[in-house]
């Protein structure tokens, strides 16, 4: 976009002008982060006057910031000054509205002094958020510029893991066998969940490490059951025996080796298979993106063939709709987007694909090969040439192997500041699979995910 300003001698009274913004609650943290203001009436998720209603009410000067704009950008324009500025305010703004903020020149004075009558409205119902008086200096000289590309900002919270928890919290908790919380992260994880209805855990491991890792994070056990049993094999196959019993719906895997935990849950007598192999699927949170993406498999299949992919997919896909996505599209990831024998990822893609269509894979939109750019991105599936429903849109990547899969997660953690929650698919239960660096919102968010899930399961779905 061209601007150009308007300097004090061409200025007029009665010149006007306007801009339009919608603001929404990514605004209001990033003010809150630039200005040092964490006044919680203005924050997402929280309620900052008591009435238990979350207001995510407008800044005031981040309102008043709009007419800034306005001077800044369009009239008077490049190189104006702020001499002065009042606000009266008549009402208030929330996330998700629509602002109109107009300034209008009511008088010229002397050393390019230019009186503005400020106001900004609420388009949608009229309603005036405030007005004012600003005093600027006027640019001397006429100018011109295009827009100017500003850094852009990415706030990293994590939206898609907070509408998880919420739709998980009005569910029973389900019942939970905790294998071996025997130190404080993976006890301290078990007891938030319980914290947050979301789990009933029951720990199953050593009575006395248990206690002390609770003494170590200075948690209460309160009456919390725990399953005595010394050894982290024992405790894995008496946790599949909870769930082999009805006592338990879930599996959490605590502080020991992911493969004692499979081992048990695999075993032949009692043990937890469903009819498909078992696969692990990554729901990833990452700040910027409009939905959660699900990456698999990136900690079980190592190099999994074309029979192994199809329960992958078919996995995620379940996985998706359990967390409320409708019509999950899942990317078949390679290194190309066109098939080329040499290449044996990208020949699983176009049978993947192609089963989907003839209903071997069912629930969602299958397409591939992708490369991770045209299976993320719509800019880059245009400029491809791609035309399918999945590319640019893609809710879950499915990867070649372990090696791509466990690199394109922790890329995501560590450089896009993502959020993961891990669980096996697969079995009769889900699997809570937790990583020891996963911070309390990981592991709150992988038991919802279970949640979800295991009630979706329990309807026969």
Known sequence: MQYHNKPYDQLKVGDSAELKRICTEDDFFVFASNSGNHNPLHLANEDGDGDAINEAIAPALFVGALISAVLGNILPGAGTLYKSQNFEFQDRAHAGEELLARVTVVAKRENREVVMETQVTRPSDGAVIVTGTAVVI??????SFHEIEVP???????????????????????ATAVVAPEEPNSLGGALLAAQETIIEPILVG????????ARQAGLSLGNTEIVPVKGHYDAANAAVDLVAEGRASALMKGHLHTDDLLRAALRKDRGLRAGRRFTHVFVMDVPGQPHPLLVTDAAINIEPDLETKIDITQNAIDLAISLGIKSPKAGILSAVETVNPAIRSSIDAALLSKMAERGQIRGGLVDGPLAMDNAVSLAAARTKGIVSEVAGRADILVVPNLDAGNMLA???????????????LGAKVPIILNSRADDDKARLAS??????HAERLSRGA
């Not at 038991?447 to 979800?452: D, E, K, R, W």
């Open 206 to 213: 050593d009575p006395d490490k248990i206690a002390e890792a």
């Open 152 to 174: 852009g900002l990415v706030v990293q919270r994590h939206r898609h893991f907070d509408a998880l928890l919420e739709r998980s919290r009005p569910l029973a908790a389900i």
């Open 447 to 452: 038991c919802a995910v279970a949640a979800l």
């Open 138 to 143: 006027a640019p001397e000289k006429e100018m």
């Open 410 to 424: 922790k890329q995501l953690t560590y450089i896009a500041h993502a959020e993961g929650a891990g669980v096996v």
